[in-house]
């Protein structure tokens, strides 16, 4: 698959990932978005198109996909040099394998919302995305921005604390899956 065929805007990843969730390619998969980050909002990717000389990315989220389909999961990142999709094992071992330097506080941890769940929920006003004057830091999407009456905000998933109301995983659990 090339990233060509779908909507794409870099740096959006969760817009990037709420539009991939309605792909007709992807209808008889079963989907979790999932977010991903720790409680220092500072955890390390490997494998980054943004990567300077191949070193971890270091992002305060991202967001992939996860579809399975007949006892195959495949995850979907769209900022990643990975072949897309990725199986789950490849994408957990290659982005997150050289976990040996890393603190503890730099693991990755891991939240899942099914897609359904995340494509009438969701909702962006990009203002993650402005300095403190309303300027953009990154440009943004060509398409409107992503509106919901249930307004699940990027905020609330974002939360890597005991206070998160979704469950946390841990890479451990996300290996093992």
Known sequence: MKIETFEYTENYCEENIWHLCQ???????????????NKSKNCPFLHQKSSID??????????ILLASKGGVNLVYDFDSTLSLPSTLDDYLRLTFGEKSNWRASDFPAFKWI???VYTQT????RSHMKDLEGNWIFSPPHWPHIESAEKLPLSALMDFTETSQQRIYSLEEMENY
Do not use: C, E, G, R
Not at 23 to 37: E, R
Not at 54 to 63: G, I, K, L, R, S
């Open 122 to 125: 969701f909702f962006s006003d």
């Open 54 to 63: 191949q070193q971890a990315v270091w992002w305060d989220y991202h967001v």
């Open 23 to 37: 792909h007709p390619d992807l209808t008889d998969f079963s989907k979790k978005v999932l977010i991903v980050s």
């Open 114 to 116: 099914d897609a359904l």
